[in-house]
């Protein structure tokens, strides 16, 4: 959904990129860096109850995620081992956010139940991710779903951020179960729509079984 907006925000960083690609920067070194820091926001700031904070170093560092893929497309240099790392990074810093939400709810939050939804948010984030690359792997498609990568991160910093400078933790708590409950949706629906695949892909095989 908000695949859309990638062009404008692509525009926007393009003269960061370029001057990086200036400095002999790589972009797997601005994909590292923009872990780090999106890992430091969440389980530095976080669990210290410092939402605000922590939400707007989280959404500096996630915008490298975008310089990175202009700065490989630009200069030619994109290669394997760069998707590789990129969607391997992207996976930690994802666990980072609710990880550091799920600390924060241990510690000042004071609340198991949010808790155990920011605990969903990251275990079914991740399997959603994995679905999709295992089936790609097997040679299946599984790109349907409910809640994309970019609209989980967008969902919860924003409802996060939000509710910090508004005092109104009411919001983070509404993220929480949308994104619990959509992530483990769309896990369903990609387990679902593979199995449907797998099972044409046998019937075309061995149509006198049929």
Same mark, same amino acid.
């Given at each position: 959904?908000?695949?859309?907006?990638?062009?404008?925000?692509?525009?926007?960083?393009?003269?960061?990129?370029?001057?990086?690609?200036?400095? *002999?920067? +790589?972009?797997?070194?601005?994909?590292?860096?923009?872990?780090?820091?999106?890992?430091?926001?969440?389980?530095?700031?976080?669990?210290?109850?410092?939402?605000?904070?922590?939400?707007?170093?989280?959404? =500096?560092?996630?915008?490298?995620?975008?310089?990175? *893929?202009?700065?490989?497309?630009?200069?030619?240099?994109?290669? %394997?081992?760069?998707?590789?790392?990129? +969607?391997?990074?992207?996976?930690?810093?994802?666990?980072?956010?609710?990880?550091?939400?799920?600390?924060?709810?241990?510690?000042?939050?004071?609340?198991?139940?949010?808790?155990?939804? +920011?605990?969903?948010?990251?275990?079914?984030? %991740?399997?959603?991710?994995?679905?999709? %690359?295992? =089936?790609? %792997?097997?040679?299946?498609?599984?790109?349907?779903?409910?809640?994309?990568?970019?609209?989980?991160?967008?969902?919860?910093?924003?409802?996060?951020?939000?509710? =910090?400078?508004?005092?109104?933790?009411?919001?983070?708590?509404?993220?929480?179960?949308?994104?619990?409950?959509?992530?483990?949706?769309?896990?369903?629906?990609?387990?679902?729509?593979?199995?449907?695949?797998?099972?044409?892909? /046998?019937?075309? /095989?061995?149509?006198? =079984?049929?």
């Amino acid at each position: 959904m908000l695949d859309r907006f990638r062009a404008f925000w692509t525009k926007v960083v393009a003269p960061v990129a370029h001057l990086l690609i200036r400095l *002999g920067v +790589s972009a797997d070194v601005v994909t590292l860096v923009g872990t780090l820091g999106v890992s430091a926001g969440a389980l530095v700031f976080y669990p210290q109850g410092e939402l605000l904070i922590g939400t707007l170093v989280i959404t =500096a560092f996630v915008f490298s995620d975008l310089v990175d *893929g202009y700065m490989a497309r630009t200069t030619g240099r994109s290669s %394997s081992f760069g998707a590789f790392l990129d +969607s391997t990074l992207d996976r930690i810093g994802d666990g980072a956010i609710f990880a550091g939400l799920a600390l924060y709810f241990a510690w000042e939050g004071d609340s198991r139940l949010y808790l155990v939804l +920011s605990l969903i948010c990251l275990v079914m984030g %991740s399997v959603t991710s994995y679905a999709r %690359s295992r =089936a790609e %792997s097997l040679g299946y498609t599984a790109k349907v779903g409910i809640a994309e990568r970019a609209d989980r991160l967008v969902a919860i910093l924003v409802m996060t951020g939000l509710g =910090a400078i508004f005092d109104l933790p009411v919001l983070m708590h509404v993220a929480l179960w949308a994104l619990a409950i959509a992530s483990t949706v769309t896990v369903v629906q990609r387990v679902w729509v593979v199995r449907q695949q797998a099972l044409a892909a /046998a019937a075309d /095989a061995n149509p006198s =079984a049929g």
